[in-house]
DNA sequence: AATGAATGAGAGTTCATTCAT
DNA sequence: AATGAATGAACTCTCATTCAT
């Protein structure tokens, strides 16, 4: 185990020429920690995929977890953005049901973008204690948008509203995660959507 | 990254003595990748806290995964056996609340026993493919079991009921698993398999 | 720099084939330390200069420095060892010069065996902590013995023997080396051992 | 290790801010292996402590040992002009006790002034052969000046004045060495200077 | 005169696994 | 049935140095 060291990049890019490096080396470490899992992928081969030399690499990350955290990161912030972009897409009156599945669709958009490297950023261990933080700042954030906007619909009961917006949250993020991954019964694409629309959809509506 | 071996173990200890060493190998491999997580987890350190030669612990595994596989499969065989053990106790005209609320605690209990184990067996990548298999197959079962039961329970109103019991298990699964890692929301023990009941039941007998 | 362990070997070597490959390792790290100097030698060159692979040297010592502070030690013990024994040589009533001149020649003798790793023991730094008081209490054990000694000598008519021992000692040790690596002006060895007692000798015997 | 090369600074800083860099750089070489050793301190890191670029400190040495030996270089300098003045301040007709401590304490106070400094420039191995070269150099400066001053001392009776003055120098270089790095016995620095005044003192006065 | 991004050989060390005993 | 000494490929990471700008 190395040593604990800040995992932040070392330094910051300033020149064209290193902003472009940095690029380069996050995109290979994507690449190579898909193909082959964060044990797995070595930070000779990122570098080589990067087109850049080991001593480069380490010039702008401390070590291989923080190249881990930076695109991990990097997911993380698309993630929340398409999610918040496709919730506020909707009406104020649409139906639940059609928020939801916008909301469910969005998820499973964002995981099937690269399922690979997301089961290694995210389903994987151990991990750099930091990524931890952020997943979970994520999913804080995620429940907060969500709570705003279930709020503001009629037909849902909730006692707990910040209670729902999480369970919800937590609920899809781990469905989409393993429907991308292993499948849920043989449930197609579609089926699975709607399926996890009305878990939500009862438990939101529900009488209480 | 060692070549692909068959990961069952090599000799059937039909001696008692054998009996006692695999085990005590087991025992050990769980204690040791419990605190040390999988990759930190050492075979040699395994042996040595096994009271046993690196040596046999190789005559009776072909190599650290086959370990890993192992222990992981007596752990998912318990947790059948508990889960089938709960479900079974409640009467026949039980209200399904008390079903669900039983089936919840059950699972919650067994990712409680150990919870370190359990997230570097069920949590942690990349894995030899038979654990992966082993857990499939477990969900599988406990979804069988639970259709089996669901399907005497009156209130229960699903148009597809293997797809449904295949639902509830993931769901259960995952959110016990992150519930026990990492807490959901600020959500007491209780609340949180009240609330979890509250999303299977709702979805259980919705109206179509 | 390495994450600071214990310095001390990490197996008692049982067997005889253990044994031979300690003393092997030792024996190899000696020459490659000698010369290439500490940092200069590398772990890999010790390990196949003593015809074992890199992974049996670490079986034996933790670390670098280790085999370092075991090759050490055992010059150490060895200076000792021979200071004792030649200083025990003489009889009650001989006189100090020749006393003098024996031990200043065996400190010559071992400084003279193997400069180079001499050197690189005793002259480099930055080493091992554990070195350097293995050195410093090599020099309290000498300084005793001398101490013991000089008070049975009739001509010494030192205030404070203690610390003339010390300080005798510390000028042996200093100079011996001194002469070993570069010499001292053009003196020749005879003469340089010579030019020593007499130094000592009119210490020792000052008038006070 | 790097291949062997002129060791003399690249450039002749003719100009005033080229003067200021080289001082910036040598001060800031100085701080550096001070704290970190020899091997430990980087160049990279004494090039922003003197809050110049890497190329910019290689502008003006070409390697890391130049630094090294330009900033010994002074330190000799200072020395020999520290000694050389001390030993001057005294009357021609003054005891030889009180020459010889003005020397010791000299040469006390002079590896007093930076002893981590000087423990790196002087202790540390290896280290280009210029250094090697310019200590000798320095210590037959230092013999020469101590020569010319005992010759001048009537209770001077050396058969070989010019060996005499050498292994004065050689012992108060090695004693006072010593004492600053890790004391000798539990001599206070008053009592330390006495000893070693009364040693040099008995030897140079002895009867022959 | 100065910069600093880039280099890459090579360092120390680990650990799953083998096989002679 | 058991041992444990030995293996060595492969790992992460460092740092003196270069050279295009």
Same mark, same amino acid.
């Given at each position: 185990?190395?040593?604990?060291?800040?995992?932040?990049?070392?330094?910051?890019?300033?020149?064209?020429?290193?902003?472009?490096?940095?690029?380069?080396?996050?995109?290979?470490?994507?690449?190579?920690?898909? *193909?082959?899992?964060?044990?797995?992928?070595?930070?000779?081969?990122?570098?080589? $995929?990067?087109?850049?030399?080991?001593?480069?690499?380490?010039?702008?990350?401390?070590?291989?977890?923080?190249?881990?955290?930076?695109?991990?990161?990097?997911?993380?912030?698309?993630?929340?953005?398409?999610?918040?972009?496709?919730?506020?897409?909707?009406?104020?009156?649409?139906?639940?049901?059609?928020?939801?599945?916008?909301?469910?669709?969005?998820?499973?958009?964002?995981?099937?973008?690269?399922?690979?490297?997301?089961? $290694?950023?995210?389903?994987?261990?151990?991990?750099?204690?930091?990524?931890?933080?952020?997943?979970?700042?994520?999913?804080?954030?995620?429940?907060?948008?969500?709570?705003?906007?279930?709020?503001?619909?009629?037909?849902?009961?909730?006692?707990?509203?910040?209670?729902?917006?999480?369970? $919800? $949250?937590?609920?899809?993020?781990?469905?989409?995660?393993?429907?991308?991954?292993?499948?849920?019964?043989?449930?197609?694409?579609?089926?699975?959507?709607?399926?996890?629309?009305?878990?939500?959809?009862?438990?939101?509506? *529900?009488?209480?």
């Amino acid at each position: 185990m190395a040593a604990q060291r800040p995992l932040s990049p070392r330094k910051r890019p300033t020149q064209r020429r290193s902003q472009a490096t940095v690029e380069a080396i996050l995109k290979a470490g994507a690449r190579v920690f898909a *193909r082959r899992g964060y044990a797995g992928g070595t930070t000779n081969h990122i570098a080589e $995929v990067a087109g850049v030399s080991i001593g480069t690499l380490y010039e702008y990350f401390p070590n291989k977890g923080a190249i881990l955290v930076a695109i991990a990161q990097s997911q993380l912030d698309r993630m929340i953005a398409e999610v918040q972009h496709s919730i506020a897409e909707g009406g104020v009156d649409e139906p639940l049901a059609d928020l939801l599945h916008r909301f469910v669709s969005t998820m499973l958009e964002v995981h099937e973008s690269d399922p690979k490297l997301h089961r $290694v950023l995210f389903g994987e261990a151990p991990h750099p204690s930091e990524l931890h933080a952020c997943v979970l700042q994520m999913e804080e954030t995620l429940a907060h948008t969500i709570e705003a906007r279930l709020s503001a619909c009629p037909e849902v009961a909730a006692l707990d509203a910040d209670t729902a917006a999480h369970l $919800v $949250v937590q609920t899809v993020e781990a469905l989409t995660h393993r429907f991308v991954h292993h499948g849920i019964h043989d449930l197609a694409r579609d089926a699975f959507i709607d399926e996890v629309v009305a878990l939500l959809g009862s438990y939101l509506t *529900r009488k209480l």
